[in-house]
């Protein structure tokens, strides 16, 4: 009988087939993708500096906007103030014209009342910013006093203001109506006696 050739080679066996993909081991960035990332990163420092300034000046800006709008807005309202003050100044003229007319004792009822209101009305403008300038016997300044008479005279300094026809106001430094004086002006040749020195 022909003997029956048998097989007995190992066979092999396979692993196990787990399911999971193999993972690919993390390869280290190279130089080039490191400088590149830096740039990027600049870039947007950079980029963000700039919106930050550009902020700072927006801002800026509007504060000095914000700054220019109040002031104008007050100085138009000073305007319109000093305008209503600067029609009131003859009712306060009429007042005084008609305190300075009447001081008769019949008058003298009539008077205390006048003169109440008339302190009130002047008390209530001073508030707003007027400023009454009764000059007398200060020196002419021609950016606050009209004169309307010049008097020779060598018993006062040349210039100075002798009488007060009509005072002057301002409202916040910025004349409405000049006062109208008299001034005293040196003789023609009046020599300024010189002050006496005391001998060593």
Same mark, same amino acid.
């Given at each position: 009988?022909?003997?029956?050739?048998t097989n007995d080679a190992p066979k092999s066996i396979a692993p196990p087939d787990s399911?999971?993909?193999? %993972?690919? =081991?993390?390869?280290?960035?190279?130089?080039? *993708? @490191?400088?590149? @990332?830096?740039?990027? /990163?600049?870039?947007?420092?950079?980029?963000?500096?700039?919106?930050?300034? &550009?902020?700072?000046?927006?801002?800026?800006? $509007? *504060?000095?906007?914000?700054?220019?709008?109040?002031?104008?807005?007050?100085?138009?309202?000073? #305007?319109?103030?000093?305008?209503v003050i600067e029609g009131l100044i003859p009712v306060l003229d009429g007042f005084e014209?008609?305190?300075?007319?009447? #001081? =008769?004792?019949?008058? =003298?009822?009539? #008077?205390?009342? $006048?003169?109440?209101?008339?302190?009130?009305?002047? +008390?209530?403008?001073?508030?707003? +910013?007027?400023?009454?300038?009764?000059?007398?016997? =200060?020196? $002419?300044?021609?950016?606050?006093?009209?004169?309307?008479?010049? %008097?020779?005279?060598?018993?006062?300094?040349?210039? &100075?203001? /002798?009488?007060?026809?009509?005072? @002057?106001?301002? $409202?916040?430094?910025?004349?409405?109506?000049?006062?109208?004086? #008299? %001034?005293?002006?040196?003789?023609? +040749?009046? %020599?300024?006696?010189?002050?006496?020195?005391?001998?060593?």
């Amino acid at each position: 009988m022909a003997d029956r050739k048998t097989n007995d080679a190992p066979k092999s066996i396979a692993p196990p087939d787990s399911g999971a993909a193999a %993972v690919p =081991e993390a390869v280290p960035p190279s130089e080039a *993708e @490191g400088r590149q @990332g830096d740039d990027k /990163l600049a870039k947007v420092l950079a980029e963000f500096e700039e919106l930050r300034q &550009t902020l700072v000046r927006r801002q800026a800006d $509007f *504060e000095n906007y914000r700054k220019r709008v109040e002031r104008e807005r007050a100085e138009d309202s000073r #305007r319109a103030i000093a305008r209503v003050i600067e029609g009131l100044i003859p009712v306060l003229d009429g007042f005084e014209h008609a305190l300075a007319a009447h #001081r =008769e004792a019949a008058y =003298e009822d009539y #008077r205390k009342g $006048f003169e109440l209101i008339y302190k009130q009305l002047l +008390g209530n403008l001073k508030r707003l +910013g007027l400023e009454r300038h009764d000059p007398a016997a =200060e020196k $002419f300044n021609p950016h606050l006093h009209q004169a309307m008479d010049r %008097v020779e005279s060598a018993d006062h300094e040349d210039g &100075t203001i /002798l009488e007060v026809y009509q005072p @002057g106001y301002a $409202f916040h430094g910025r004349v409405l109506r000049p006062a109208l004086v #008299r %001034v005293a002006v040196h003789p023609a +040749g009046h %020599v300024k006696p010189r002050e006496s020195k005391l001998a060593n």
